[in-house]
């Protein structure tokens, strides 16, 4: 039996403040929810019907999350439930659990980029989540937020720019890809 402790998920003070003040999250566009629905109903396999919607308690990310889940349900999908966090919390673990409990297909992030890292790191840490189930509005790929999350975090984890583009976290980095012209061309 192992009885060594397991380490927090939580950042140590340190380092949640090593890259200064964070960008607050901007307003989304149209063009971005447009991108987002899109990368959810283009995906695949499995099909995705449902979704929780997970969201910071800034403006701008409360906004975009309420958006998104008008927009999923006029498209006749299921929201399972809208989730939100404050940006300082004791552990995150009751909003990791509550994004994760009714095993979504997917989960659809909105958020300020420390809440998110710090979130993120609880979902690796404390429930079944998997990133590359993720998706998310364009804060979710703040540089900072990656590295503040950790190795391999988020590696997997997809959403949508501001302009209509998408972005994919792999290996630590952020690819960003432009938007796709009416007809199919990049």
Do not use: C, K
């Not at 909003?95 to 993120?120: C, F, K, M, N, S």
Request: no cysteine; hydrophobic share 45%; glycine share 8%.
């Amino acid at each position: 039996m192992n009885t060594r402790p397991v380490p927090s998920p939580l950042l140590p003070a340190p380092a949640a403040t090593a890259y200064g003040p964070l960008p607050a999250p901007a307003p989304h566009t149209a063009a971005e929810l447009a991108s987002l629905l899109r990368l959810l109903t283009d995906h695949r396999r499995p099909r995705l019907h449902s979704v929780t919607i997970g969201h910071s308690r800034d403006t701008a990310s409360r906004d975009a999350a309420t958006a998104f889940a008008d927009a999923w349900r006029t498209a006749g999908h299921t929201v399972l439930a809208v989730v939100d966090w404050p940006e300082q919390a004791a552990s995150w673990l009751r909003p990791a659990h509550r994004l994760t409990d009714r095993e979504p297909d997917a989960l659809v992030i909105a958020a300020a980029p420390l809440g998110w890292a710090q979130l993120a790191r609880r979902l690796a840490h404390s429930t079944p989540w998997r990133p590359d189930r993720t998706f998310g509005f364009a804060s979710l790929a703040e540089p900072a937020a990656v590295a503040l999350a950790g190795d391999g975090v988020l590696d997997g984890v997809r959403g949508a720019s501001a302009d209509g583009g998408t972005w994919r976290i792999e290996r630590g980095w952020t690819d960003s890809f432009p938007p796709i012209e009416p007809g199919g061309a990049a």
